[in-house]
Antibody
Framework: QVHLVESGGGVVQPGRSLRLSCAAS????????MHWVRQPPGKGLEWVAV????????YYADSVKGRFTISRDNSQNTLYLQLNSLTAEDTAIYYC?????????????WGQGTLVTVSS | NFMLTQPHSVSESPGKTVTISCTRS????????VQWYQQRPGSSPTTVIY?????ASGVPDRFSGSIDISSNSASLTISGLKTEDEADYYC?????????FGGGTKLTVL
């Protein structure tokens, strides 16, 4: 049974940084691409970033490019998202999601999310 | 980049059939697969349909997906509506550099 558990969210001041984690189990993590998707409170879904199974390829939404960094540790079955230079527009629930087909284009399993609130 | 446009809300009675549309603004809907995700209140999204018309594991056959090249749109159809189907539904597709979600449709089963 696939299980994805995000952590690391919280309240952070504008301009500061935060690192999110996603602990994975129930599937072969080292063989799967992984995504981050976010959802501002009361709003829709926005794709944030994807990383290939081996960590060699990473792609980002324009809205976070240059500020966020996706990474993974296959020895620990853990996905990360480093969030820098945060603004109020980054306030959202952040979900990790498992890539479905290996093309890094869509998702099958989602975590429960972790809330990031950017506020002074 | 393209956009995916969904109706803001739809409502229907239990036992009936409802269809939610998702229209692509530019480029052909048939170029890249369309997925559908369900998000019940207070929960994270779950995958309902992938690759236009494939049901995800555990999804009942009351849910079906399709695309229509002529209208450049995708559709999610739910038959035999149940109160548990009340949720937000998001379509999603992609191009070379981006993954795009529709704005979501709130389904009310009343």
């Amino acid at each position: 049974q696939v299980h994805l558990v995000e952590s690391g969210g919280g309240v952070v001041q504008p301009g500061r940084s935060l690192r999110l984690s996603c602990a994975a189990s129930g599937f072969t993590f080292r063989s799967s691409g992984m995504h981050w998707v976010r959802q501002p409170p009361g709003k829709g879904l926005e794709w944030v970033a994807v990383i290939s199974y081996d960590g060699d390829n990473k792609y980002y939404a324009d809205s976070v490019k240059g500020r966020f960094t996706i990474s993974r540790d296959n020895s620990q079955n853990t996905l990360y998202l480093q969030l820098n230079s945060l603004t109020a527009e980054d306030t959202a629930i952040y979900y990790c999601a498992k890539d479905l087909r290996g093309g890094y284009d869509y998702f099958d399993y989602w975590g429960q999310g972790t809330l990031v609130t950017v506020s002074s | 980049n393209f956009m995916l446009t969904q109706p803001h809300s739809v409502s229907e009675s239990p036992g009936k059939t409802v269809t939610i549309s998702c229209t692509r603004s530019s480029g052909s809907i048939g170029t890249n697969y369309v997925q559908w995700y369900q998000q019940r209140p207070g929960s994270s999204p779950t995958t309902v349909i992938y690759e236009d018309d494939q049901r995800a594991s555990g999804v009942p056959d009351r849910f079906s997906g399709s695309i229509d090249i002529s209208s450049n749109s995708a559709s999610l159809t739910i038959s035999g509506l149940k109160t548990e189907d009340e949720a937000d539904y998001y379509c999603q597709s992609y191009d070379r550099s981006n993954k795009v979600f529709g704005g979501g449709t709130k389904l009310t089963v009343l």
